[in-house]
């Protein structure tokens, strides 16, 4: 474990600090620490900063409630930032956004890039302004019962698959077992969030079982 005396402050005493969600790791703010701030935020286990624009201790949440709660902090090779992983409590902007960073000012379109929130909003996209020859259209159409009807389909290609313990092809089937269950959820409104956050809640559930049975 690095000792904050090990830290590199400028010439001002403060240290950049990169705040990013635990959970999805998405950047959520930059702000600055000075030793004050960040003694209290390792003492208190919620984040504090130095602001800059009015020359004092701002601890995050202090007037909006949007805490930010501290999983660990982490110092760059040349230990002179950090970066801050935490789960909040509400958006990390002060406009009321869940991230600072929401100005797209470049895009390469021609690099591929993939992520499930992506998906998810492509999948939406079908549903919400319809277009011919979209298979995911066509179930949005053609509703519940077929979606239901598909992830059943799918589970079963899952099952067989890796009963014939063919990775490949379980790999293939999962997929678009996933695709399907996606589809499942915009249809029903639950989100990748709602998802995290109740496999998160099972996570905890499961470290107080594991740390009751260590204590015995």
Known sequence: MLDINELKFDEKGLI??????????????????????????????????????????????????????????????????????????????????????????????????FSYEGLMKLIEGRKINKKDGSYTTYLFEKGIDKILKKVGEESTEVIIAAKADDKKETVYEIADLCYHVMVLMIEMGISIDDITKELASRHVIDHKVKQEKMTK
Not at 59 to 77: F, L, M, P, W
Request: proline fraction near 2%; charged fraction near 30%; include cysteine.
């Open 16 to 113: 950049p600090a990169v705040v990013v969600d635990a959970e999805s790791k998405k950047v959520l703010t930059v702000a600055y620490m000075n030793r004050e701030s960040l003694e209290i935020s390792l003492k208190e286990g919620k984040t504090c900063f130095w602001s800059r624009s009015r020359q004092e201790l701002w601890r995050k949440g202090e007037t909006s409630g949007n805490y930010q709660h501290i999983v660990s902090i982490t110092a760059d090779c040349d230990r002179d930032a950090l970066t801050v992983a935490v789960k909040k409590d509400g958006p990390a902007c002060h406009l009321g956004t869940d991230s600072c960073f929401n100005d797209l000012v470049y895009e390469n379109d021609d690099i591929d890039y």
